[in-house]
RNA sequence: CCACUUUAGAGACCAU
């Protein structure tokens, strides 16, 4: 039943709008099938990713003349996509409107917030935004904390970083790959082999397996620490596995 | 271990 919207999505995702358009007209124009939020959120998401934000703007008001209206998905694909244009502050008024219209923040929204701020480099909106959502009883998850840590790795202060992987692990939170990976890379270029090897050992000790960007996080590492043979050996091992490609 | 849509990680390439 839900056939044409995952074909949209298919197409969308290898960016090839004028096709996923071109079937979006096509279902308009054959009423027994009727358009949902899902087809909009679909088409929107779409575009928001590949940074087209401002004509998927476009697609809320076609919506609302078929008499649907925006749910959280709709809301969250924008407030993205407008957060890695750099124009979060759009995003946070979007986000408002969002409540206005009767729907709640929950973590997604609040973690696409504080990653706009994170890419601008703004960690005090970063924590206002945290401390936010605390009080409206949402709590941080693995992405919170994920970006909270990118964010301060970024910003030069690994230690800061360091010290938030240390507070999930007292908070009971099991670090996945993408948290390791960011450590290993900030790790990496600060020069700090012994950390990156520490990082390695909890990775094997909680069963993580190594996916492509731990790969290439982990090999271009190695080189900046001048572990050319440890490099080659990851590269080696790599090789040996299967790992999915992304 | 999964079946319609939303959030976090690397490098390379290209452009500037």
């Not at 749910?71 to 750099?86: I, N």
């Not at 729907?103 to 990653?115: G, H």
């Amino acid at each position: 039943p839900y056939s044409h919207n995952i074909f949209i999505d298919g197409l969308c995702k290898q960016k090839r709008f004028s096709e996923a358009i071109c079937c979006f007209q096509e279902l308009r124009a054959r009423k027994e099938l009727q358009l949902c939020t899902v087809t909009f959120n679909t088409i929107m998401s779409g575009l928001c990713n590949t940074g087209y934000v401002d004509v998927a703007k476009l697609f809320v008001g076609m919506m609302l003349k078929y008499g649907l209206v925006p749910d959280r998905f709709s809301y969250a694909s924008l407030a993205h996509g407008l957060s890695v244009a750099g124009r979060t502050e759009e995003a946070l008024e979007l986000c408002e409107d969002m409540e206005m219209a009767g729907i709640e923040p929950d973590v997604v929204t609040y973690n696409i917030l504080i990653n706009g701020f994170r890419i601008l480099g703004l960690m005090d909106c970063v924590w206002r935004l945290v401390r936010e959502m605390i009080l409206k009883g949402l709590e941080p998850d693995l992405v919170t904390y994920t970006i909270l840590i990118t964010g301060h790795c970024e910003s030069g202060s690994v230690d800061v970083g360091m010290r938030i992987r240390k507070e999930m692990l007292v908070r009971g939170f099991q670090l996945n790959i993408v948290t390791y990976s960011v450590l290993l890379n900030a790790l990496s270029k600060q020069g700090r082999l012994g950390d990156v090897n520490q990082m390695l050992d909890e990775m094997k000790t909680a069963g993580l397996d190594m996916d492509i960007v731990a790969y290439s996080t982990l090999i271009y590492g190695y080189c900046k620490l001048g572990e050319i043979d440890k490099a080659l050996q990851v590269c080696n091992m790599m090789r040996s596995k299967i790992v999915p490609p992304n």
